[in-house]
């Protein structure tokens, strides 16, 4: 049952979520003439209102329990677009934001950051992990 829960809690990120706030999408929402960082910011916070039912009933230091699982994986990047999208999820999920700080502390997140990564390609190294 956990690793369903698990996938759960990744699929509400990866298609619930994601997808409404992709730049083909959030194109497709200005030609329309809608405001696609609202309707970023309207997909992210009712996705994070499913997420933090998952979090409220499986959590602990993490998203699920006391272990890092994928849902971690996803969950971290979703809180960067969150913030791409001048969305302050802090003050609707502060726990989620207390999660994050704590990966954000693990060697792998650290390595894996958006600011740790290279933004051009370099014969000599690919990427910073």
């Given at each position: 049952?956990?690793?369903?829960?698990?996938?759960?809690?990744?699929?509400?990120?990866?298609?619930?979520?994601?997808?409404?706030?992709?730049?083909?999408?959030?194109?497709?929402?200005?030609?329309?003439?809608?405001?696609?960082?609202?309707?970023?910011?309207?997909?992210?916070?009712?996705?994070?209102?499913?997420?933090?039912?998952?979090?409220?009933?499986?959590?602990?230091?993490?998203?699920?329990?006391?272990?890092?699982?994928?849902?971690?994986?996803?969950l971290v990047p979703q809180l960067g677009n969150a913030?791409?999208?001048?969305?302050?999820?802090?003050?609707?999920?502060?726990?989620?934001?207390?999660?994050?700080?704590?990966?954000?502390?693990?060697?792998?997140?650290?390595?894996?950051?958006?600011?740790?990564q290279i933004t051009e390609t370099d014969p000599k190294?690919?990427?910073?992990?």
């Amino acid at each position: 049952m956990d690793k369903f829960e698990i996938r759960r809690m990744c699929e509400i990120v990866n298609s619930g979520i994601q997808p409404v706030q992709n730049l083909r999408t959030l194109g497709s929402i200005q030609e329309l003439g809608g405001n696609p960082k609202q309707w970023a910011r309207d997909a992210i916070y009712r996705g994070l209102i499913v997420y933090d039912e998952c979090v409220k009933k499986n959590g602990g230091l993490y998203s699920f329990g006391d272990t890092v699982t994928m849902a971690d994986v996803f969950l971290v990047p979703q809180l960067g677009n969150a913030r791409r999208f001048h969305y302050n999820f802090e003050e609707d999920f502060g726990h989620l934001a207390v999660i994050e700080k704590r990966l954000m502390e693990l060697p792998e997140f650290i390595k894996s950051d958006k600011a740790n990564q290279i933004t051009e390609t370099d014969p000599k190294e690919d990427i910073r992990l």
